[in-house]
């Protein structure tokens, strides 16, 4: 009925969080000469670039999820919007709001954390072997 609202609700959060983490970042570098004179840059992804995969992850997530309710006809392009509303089904859709749409929201931050764990493990691998080029 109404459970991509959740989703999209943390998406519009990410949105704002991200335009003001993006303001106030700087670009981390690390810079390392090799033996033959050559100077490679290992650069780490900013936060807000991170922040923005979690951002674009809900709200594709909240369209498509949109679309399918407008499909359906549990959403209309007029007032209430919402025919669980309309047909004094409020509660039930409350009630899929917080179990459906909570855990959804849930799952994806929990996908994005683990996109996190593997682009910090990537980070530290290119960061290693810069080094491991430098000492040679």
Do not use: Y
């Not at 669980?84 to 859709?93: N, P, S």
């Amino acid at each position: 009925m109404a459970c991509f609202i959740v989703p999209a609700g943390e998406a519009v959060v990410t949105t704002i969080a991200t335009k003001l983490i993006k303001k106030n970042e700087t670009e981390e570098t690390l810079k390392v000469s090799l033996s033959d004179g050559h100077i490679e840059e290992v650069h780490r992804i900013p936060f807000s670039t991170k922040l923005g995969w979690l951002n674009k992850l809900l709200w594709g997530g909240s369209a498509l999820l949109a679309f399918e309710h407008v499909w359906h006809g549990e959403v209309v392009p007029f007032f209430p919007f919402l025919t669980a509303v309309k047909t004094g089904e409020t509660m039930e859709m409350l009630s899929e709001m917080g179990s459906t749409g909570v855990m959804m929201t849930v799952i994806v931050t929990a996908v994005w954390a683990i996109m996190l764990a593997v682009a910090g493990i990537a980070e530290k691998k290119a960061v290693m072997e810069a080094e491991a080029l430098e000492r040679r």
